[in-house]
């Protein structure tokens, strides 16, 4: 007699099923925008100014300046939660050598314009966190490093942790990887840069970046 | 002193307690007494025994069988070490506190009770140790819901 060996079927996975990615989804349609990226004033007076003819010009010159600033200097917050702060302080070292690309690791959240949210946050972390992101002037953003930051990672299940810390504060880029090496990282504050630079320019915040865990 | 003289003398020591079961090989002895016993015990223990080091105490949950609290206390010059158990019962979450012999046993006591909720008489101050103190229900209990809401942040 044959013997048939098994067949093993394994169904394509259907991501659209997945609840924890449906439950981002809509938590991403109802996030609340805490923090105001674009002053009203300011605002008023660049729609003012681009009305006057020829003024689009100067606005989009203007635009254009101010960006390349903005993104020349980002200062992250200098901010660690778990062993992602270890590749983080690596890529701010002088190997990776961040400063080239005008960021100086600044010890103030109200010096500074990003903050790098490296490591598992925790329940109880969590209000401080909220806190620190505050504290930061407008504008700012924020980057999400690491699959525990992003979703919770390994720790997910567990009863003490935030599941993603896009619960808390509304994060730009996502950095995956576990934890992501400063390679990694450098590619995800290029991204933000790039966001940067056509922040003004479409009127409103560009879209994060798609989410890998 | 040696090691086995110090067993066989806490051995002897032990067994004329009522409820006091011994087992364990080597030099691990593992004592199992009732509850009003415990704290008794374990002052018998670092008195005649010497086991002057508290190394840790946590617990253990059984379900429908109820807690056991599980300490482990040391003899570091003879290489003695104790595993000190007692089983709460079912329902049953007091138990007698270690504190008033061996100071290490605060904290210990106060994370047994931020995890279990097993409340220790005469511990001096038993409050949450690790979690955030408005936390709800006891984690490590196997009862607990792992995703029970805990707003604004899950």
């Given amino acids: ?213 | 002193m040696s090691a086995e003289m110090n067993i066989a003398r806490a051995r002897m020591l032990l067994e004329g307690i009522p409820g006091v079961t011994l087992s364990g090989e080597g030099p691990i002895l593992t004592v199992e007494t009732p509850v009003d016993q415990f704290a008794v015990v374990g002052a018998m223990l670092k008195e005649k025994v010497g086991c002057l080091f508290f190394a840790f105490l946590t617990a253990i949950d059984h379900k429908e069988a109820g807690l056991e609290v599980v300490a482990r206390l040391d003899n570091l010059d003879s290489r003695v070490c104790v595993m000190l158990r007692t089983k709460l019962g079912a329902g049953n979450t007091r138990c007698p506190s270690l504190f008033a012999i061996y100071r290490g046993a605060n904290w210990m006591e106060r994370e047994a009770f931020d995890m279990f909720g097993i409340v220790f008489d005469g511990h001096p101050d038993l409050r949450r140790m690790l979690l955030p103190e408005d936390w709800v229900g006891h984690p490590l209990l196997k009862s607990y819901a792992v995703d029970t809401p805990y707003p604004p942040y899950r």
């Fill in chain 1, 1 to 213: 007699m044959e013997i048939k060996p098994p067949k093993c079927t394994i169904p394509p996975a259907n991501w659209e099923e997945f609840k924890d990615l449906q439950e981002w989804k809509q938590l991403h349609k109802t996030r609340p925008e805490t923090g105001d990226k674009f002053s009203p004033l300011f605002e008023s007076v660049t729609e003012g100014i681009h009305s006057f003819p020829g003024g689009f010009v100067v606005t989009t010159v203007a635009d254009n300046f101010l960006n390349w600033a903005r993104k020349s200097a980002v200062w992250p917050v200098s901010f660690g939660l778990a062993c992602c702060a270890i590749e983080m302080m690596a890529t701010f070292a002088s190997r990776f050598d961040v400063e080239r690309l005008g960021m100086v690791p600044w010890a103030s959240p109200r010096h500074s314009d990003l903050m790098i949210v490296s490591g598992t946050v925790t329940i109880k972390m969590a209000p401080m966190l909220e806190r620190i992101y505050e504290q930061m002037p407008d504008p700012k953003w924020a980057l999400s490093m690491g699959s525990c930051a992003n979703s919770g990672g390994p720790f997910r299940h567990g009863y003490h942790v935030v599941k993603g810390v896009d619960r808390i504060i509304p994060v730009d880029v996502y950095v995956p990887g576990c934890p992501p090496p400063p390679e990694s990282l450098l590619n995800g504050l290029l991204l933000l840069q790039e966001q940067i630079a056509h922040f003004h320019k479409t009127g409103r915040k560009a879209e994060p970046t798609p989410k890998v865990d």
